[in-house]
C-alpha cells in the first residue's frame, strides 16, 4: 500500500478525500492543527501538528515518509481570507512541508488551488490558456505558490499538480459560505438575504472535489487542473433550489442585498483535463447534491456560533 | 534620524548600501548571518541574525523598529543558485520578515528582484510592459515574493518597490562570477577562457547599485523600478578592457569556451522610471568603473579559495 499524506484533512475537503483515498487502497494519513473538530475514520492515521512549525513538520514527514503529498491546509476563514495577511504564512509554510516532502523521497505533491488565480471573463477558464492575474492576496499567495512549487518539483524530480477548486457546497460547509448560509438560516426559520442573483458559478458538491482530488493524486497528470463541474448556474437558480428544499421558499430575500460592483458576472470553469487526462467526471446532477445537502443540514447539524475553519 | 534596516548587510550590494544610505543621514542597522566576512562602517550597527529563525527576525525588528527596510539577503552561490531549492527558503524568510516589519510599524519595503524575472527579449526591458515570465527556479522564486509582497503592503498600507538588479561588477565581487573571475584570472597570471562574447549585457558598478537602491528605498516610489545602467555592452569589450587594465590582454581568450545554446544574445535594461522617477542616474562611464575595479583586485585583494557568499 502507497502511502500518502493529506493535509488540512480535518477540513471541508480534506475529510471527504481521506475517505476517498482510503477507497482507493492507499495507506492514508491526515494533518490537522483543529483543536475544535476531530474527524475518525477507520484505517486512517491522524497526526496533530502545526504545519508552521518546520521542525515538527521535518520530523512527521521523516517517520510517515509518505510517497505522495495532498496539501489542502490553508487559511479558510470566510471573507477574512480573500486579504489576509496569514496568506502569506501559508505560502511559507507550503514550501517548508514540500521542501521536507522532497528530502525524504516523496514522489509526488498535490495542491489545492483556486479559480481566484485566473483572469475571470465572460467565458471557461481553461489551464494554460485563460491568463493568470488573481486581484487578490488570497489568489495571488496561492498562484505563487504553485509556480514556486512547480518549478522546485522539476528541479527535484518530484511530481507536480495543482488543482483549481472553483465553488462547492455540502456537508461540514462553514455556515458563514454561500449554500450553508441560505441552507441553515431558512431550516432555522429565519429569512435569507441574498443578492438578485444573476452572478453564474461552477458550483460542485464537496464529495465529488474529494473524489477528483483523489483521482488527480494517484494519477501523474502534471501542471494546473480545474476541479469543477464544467457546469454554470445562477446563484438564484442555486438559492432556490436549497430553498424549495428546506421547504421555505416564503424566506428567500433574492435582492435583498445589493450586489458588489466588483462581482464577476461569471466565473466557470472547462473540466476538458480533469476529464479528458485525469479520467474523472461527476454523474451527480447540482439538484440532487443540493437535496441531499438540505437534508444533511436538517438532519440535526447546529452550526457553530463562531465558525473556524483553517483548511479549505 | 529615520531608521532603516538593510538585510545581506555585508553582501556584495548590501555592504555598499549601508555607506550610500548613512551618507543620506539614515540611522543604519544591518544584518548579515555570515560568520567569514564582517564589515564594520561608523556609525552602522550590525546585528548577526539567521533570518529563516522567524522568532528571532521578530525579536530583532521589534527592537530596532525600523521605518524602511531594504531586503537584500538571499542564496546567491555562483552557478547554483539559478535552481537551488533554497531559494524556496528565501521566499518563506522574506514574508515572514516583511509581516514582522509591517506588524512593528515599518512603512517602506524595498526588495532586491532581477532581470532574470522577465522574458528576456532583443529590446529593453520595461517594468510593467515586458512579460514577467521568469526560466528558473530564482527567477520564478523572485517574482513570486514580489507579487506576494505587493499585495500584502497593499493590504496593510506599507509602502513597497522592487528593484530589478540586472548585471554587476565591482569590489567584493565573488570570483567565481564574470568579471571578477576574469580581472583575478589576469591578475595571477593565469588565463582567461571565456565565451566569444556576442552576447550584450547591461553592466552596472555595485556603487552604483546600491546608491540607486539608497536612493529608490528613500522615495516613495512604488512597483517595480530597474537597478540598471541603461547602457548594453557585449561581454567581449568587457572582458577586452578588464584585459587592457590588467595588462595582461595576451592571456584573455575568447571563444575558448562554447556558448551555452540556451544564453541571451541580449538582456536590457529600460531605466526610464529610475532616472524620471526616482531621479537616480549614473555618471560613471563602465571603462572607468572597470579600471577602477581591476584596480582594486590588483590592491592584493586574495579570493578566498572557496567562495561562499549567502547575499546579493
Known sequence: METILVTGATGFVGRQ?????QRRGFEVHGTTSSTTTSVSVAGVTMHHVDLFDSVAVNRLVASIRPVRLLHFAWYAEPGLFWSSARNLDWVAASLSLFRAFATHGGARIV???TCAEYEWGPT???ESVTPERPQTLYGISKLALQSVSKSFAEQVGVSFACGRIFFLYGPHENPARFVASVASALLRGEVARCTIGTQVRD????????????ELVASD????????????????TIATHVAEYAGRPDLLRLGAVPMSPNEAPAILADVTRLEAEVGWSSSRPLTEGLRETVAWWQQGFKPPLSPSRHSA
Open 221 to 236: 497528470v502534471s501542471g494546473v487542473v480545474n476541479i469543477a463541474s464544467g457546469v454554470g448556474e445562477r446563484l438564484s
Open 124 to 126: 471557461a477558464c481553461v
Open 203 to 214: 458550483f460542485m458538491h464537496v464529495t465529488d472535489c474529494a473524489d477528483a482530488f483523489a
Open 17 to 21: 478525500a481521506i475517505v476517498a483515498l
Open 111 to 113: 495542491v489545492a488551488g
